[in-house]
């Protein structure tokens, strides 16, 4: 089985294990550890199933808990079910395209705060277009493939910010 390819120029720091489970420092990536908590919880959309259980195993290393689906439809279906925390979707599926995927698990109240992130083939120019297509709301980062340790930081620092924030809103609403 082939992982990701992970750079060798800049090697990861290791994980501070006294901070918060949501406070995630640059540099994390190598060993993500959540200070006793339970482990995030992503749902992996990707229908090229070697890739994504190649990126599963390595997120699992990572310390997360990992659910694979290989199609929107069936996206949808485990989500409801799993109730991810994250949502790392590929954008060309087989039935319905990653920004289909995430306005709809996005109009269920109980999934509407999910983190999702478009993770897509195409380049940083097509990304940079579909970021803008898709908005805030719908879609919070989109990058290409494969994931790397400096990918996955910065999933795990904007992931952190997003439940600062929807934590704030939940607790004052």
Known sequence: MIKPSQSTSTAP???????????????TSK??????QR???LLLIDDHAPLAEATAA?????????????????ALQAAAVFRPEIV???????????????????AKQELANVFFV???A????????FEQAAGPRAV?????????????DRLLREFAAHSRLTDKCERTA
Request: proline share 6%; with cysteine; glycine share 8%.
């Open 122 to 129: 195409f380049g940083d120019t097509d990304i940079r277009m």
């Open 140 to 152: 919070h980062l989109c990058f290409s493939k494969p994931i790397t340790n400096e990918k996955l």
């Open 88 to 106: 790392l979707c590929d954008m060309c599926l087989p039935d319905i395209s990653g920004f289909d995927v995430a306005r709809r698990l996005k």
């Open 31 to 36: 060993r993500f550890h959540h200070s006793g």
């Open 39 to 41: 482990p995030l919880r």
């Open 58 to 74: 390595w997120l699992r290393e990572m310390g997360m808990k990992v659910r694979i689906a290989g199609s929107g439809n069936e």
């Open 13 to 27: 720091k290791k994980p501070v294990v006294e901070a918060p489970a949501r406070e995630v420092a640059a540099g």
């Open 118 to 120: 478009i993770h897509t």
